[in-house]
């Protein structure tokens, strides 16, 4: 196993040991993804794990088609499964296939950990992220086609503070490696964990 692929696996180990901490009522709290329960977040995570590429893309064509959202076919697949049968599934699948294994795992490393945070924050559950698997999904938040990571920082100086990371040039962001990354991903509940100069222009992309 290829050390990317490692990472993905992990993270998702660390996933489903979050799962299994929840409370029933903790399951269907809201995440950062508008108009997603903490349940909705994880059945999407794993919702792709059997397709194929030429699947996964056909997949997202019909769910812009019948919901505008790609990722809404996946979350209704698993609509009606337990907590506890998503949790299985996480776990069932903690080594990517399918789709997320693309990039050598660096599909299923960054998806996962951004959605991780997608529930941890809300539900105040912060964790520490290995620094490696940090600095590897944020360089691949750059380049990542559905997050335009490098688009809502350009002209901008990304700058780790916790981290050896640094990204751009031009008016200074920085924080946490953590906050970078969701913010990169387009969450705008990452920028209470910003500061500097540039600040302003990455809320307005926000």
Known sequence: MSAHMQMAREEREEFAALLDQLTPEQWDQPSLCTGWRVRDVVAHVISYEELSRPRALVRMASGVLRYRNPNAIGVAVNADK??????????????????????????ALTDGMIHQQDIRRPLAMPRVIQSERLVVALEFTRYAPFLRGAWRARGLQLFATDLDWTHGSGPEVHGSGEALLMAMAGRSAALNDLDGPGKPTLAQRL
């Open 82 to 107: 337990s907590p506890s049968e998503l949790t299985a599934l996480m776990r069932k699948y903690a080594e990517p296939r399918g789709s997320t294994a693309g990039f050598d795992g660096r599909i």
